[in-house]
Structures are given as structure tokens and as C-alpha cells.
């Protein structure tokens, strides 16, 4: 599996960035997880947008969806230029309902509801089980298996989310890192700092830890520096481009 980080900021894209966006591939296929703000010009980097097999989104928040919105034209340009003959999959949670209406357009994209539990095959590889966080509206983290390895990818989650109904020693777990510790709200927000998500990480003992979905005003070093002092494996930053090989 190759794991490319396409945007990682929120809750907007600093210069040159992007918003979450994630790129897998494997066995052949191609499946963009969550599509915000800029990250579909990232994604033309790699690969054309009407290249892919699906698209899967955490939740409809504005940071994890805006270029979808965007993504709608290319496929439906690609589509009447016969680059592609078939509709795009997106697999979403259905509230808001409001938003979930909005990612129809045409006959160019195929709807399917994320439920808790629900197992996704993609291809004869990827197998995609999902699972939902402590967050403010629906939202489902993913772990994925190509039956060799296993990545966990968190999307937006509080420190209520049970991270060991999940997984057992993930070979990568892609955690948020919204707040530096310091900067932690009062109360609950359905999000994590930097420290918190390193916890989360010795929970589930993963091999790997990626921190993202961070505020574009932080330096990279701030938050791994934080995450080091409670995670002892290897931990990296998210960046635009960034490529991880299991």
C-alpha cells in the first residue's frame, strides 16, 4: 500500500496547502480519502482526478469536502470526453442530510451510505472497515488491510473515541493533531492535541504515527516535539506530498 498525504491542514490550507486529503493505492487501485480545500490540485500532481476507483469521505465537514464540490466538474468533463466511462463511487455518512443531498451531480457520481461496521472491498487487495469517532456530527475512522499491512486513519476524533474497537498494532496510524497542548479549548471539542493523539497512539501500539490536520499557523517541529515526549516510536508530520510505502 503507498499512503500520500495530499493536505493536512484545518481549519483552512495555509499557503500552498491543502485541507485533509489522503491518496491510497493499492493493488491497482486508487481511492481518495476526504477532498478539502485544495486538495484536488495536489491530487493532479500524481494522478489525474478522473483516474480514480472512489472516494471516501470521514464526515461532511467544509475542511474535509470542499473540493468535492470541485471533483463533481472533472469527473462529469471527463466523463463527456469518454476518459471515463463510468460514474465515481463516494462513500459519505448521510448527515447532514443537507450535505449528503449535495454530493449527487447527475448521472456522474454513485452514492453509498458509511454505517458503523460497515466493510468495504476495493478490488481484490483493500478491505476497508469503518468506525465512528467522538466528533460533533457523524464521523467514521477507517482501518484498512491489504492483508499484509493495516493502516488506521482516525479523521476528526475526541479523546472519547475507542480507538481498540478498532485495531491492535496498526503498521501506520494517521492521528489529527489539531491543537498544540497549550492551546486545548476548556472544554470537549471533538478533536485532539498533539500529546493526546500520542496517547492514543500508545493505546493501539501502532509502528507508526502520522500526525495531521493541523492549524497551518504551527511549526511542524512544535507538534512532533510534543508528541515525543508520551510516543516513543517513529512519528512523523504530515506534509503535501509526503509518501509512506507499507
Known amino acids: 500500500m503507498r499512503f500520500t ?21 493499492a493493488g491497482g487501485k486508487r481511492i481518495l480519502i476526504d477532498c478539502g480545500s485544495g486538495v484536488l ?22 475542511d474535509h469536502i470542499s473540493d468535492f464540490f470541485v471533483l463533481q466538474y472533472a469527473i462529469m468533463t471527463a466523463m463527456k470526453l469518454k476518459k471515463r466511462t463510468s460514474p465515481l463511487p463516494v462513500w459519505a455518512p448521510e448527515k447532514p442530510g443537507h450535505w449528503y443531498s449535495k454530493l449527487s451531480f447527475g448521472n456522474y457520481i454513485e452514492k453509498h451510505i ?20 467522538d466528533h460533533g456530527i457523524p464521523c467514521y475512522a477507517m ?17 472519547n473515541t475507542n480507538w481498540e474497537l478498532m485495531t491492535d498494532s496498526p503498521d501506520l496510524f494517521i492521528c489529527e493533531a489539531t491543537y498544540l497542548d497549550q492551546d486545548l479549548p476548556p472544554g470537549p471539542t471533538g478533536h485532539l492535541s ?53
Open 194 to 246: 498533539a500529546k493526546q493523539a500520542a496517547r492514543a497512539a500508545n493505546r493501539i501500539q501502532t509502528k507508526q504515527l502520522l500526525l495531521t490536520h493541523f492549524f497551518p499557523g504551527y511549526e511542524p517541529e512544535q507538534i512532533q516535539q510534543e508528541a515525543e515526549t508520551v510516543f516513543a516510536g517513529k512519528c512523523r508530520i504530515a506534509a503535501s506530498g509526503l509518501q509512506i510505502d507499507l
Open 143 to 159: 482501518n484498512i488491510t491489504d492483508g499484509t499491512h493495516s493502516i488506521l486513519y482516525g479523521a476528526d476524533s475526541g479523546v
Open 41 to 62: 490540485a495536489q491530487l493532479g500532481k500524481m494522478i489525474s482526478p478522473w483516474d480514480l476507483d472512489g472516494v471516501i469521505l470521514s464526515h461532511l465537514h467544509h
Open 114 to 133: 458509511i454505517k458503523e461496521g460497515l466493510t468495504v472491498d476495493v478490488g481484490d487487495l483493500l478491505n476497508i472497515r469503518f468506525y465512528r469517532t
Open 5 to 25: 498525504v495530499l493536505g493536512c491542514h484545518s481549519p483552512f490550507p495555509g499557503p500552498g496547502g491543502a485541507t485533509p486529503g489522503y491518496l491510497l493505492e
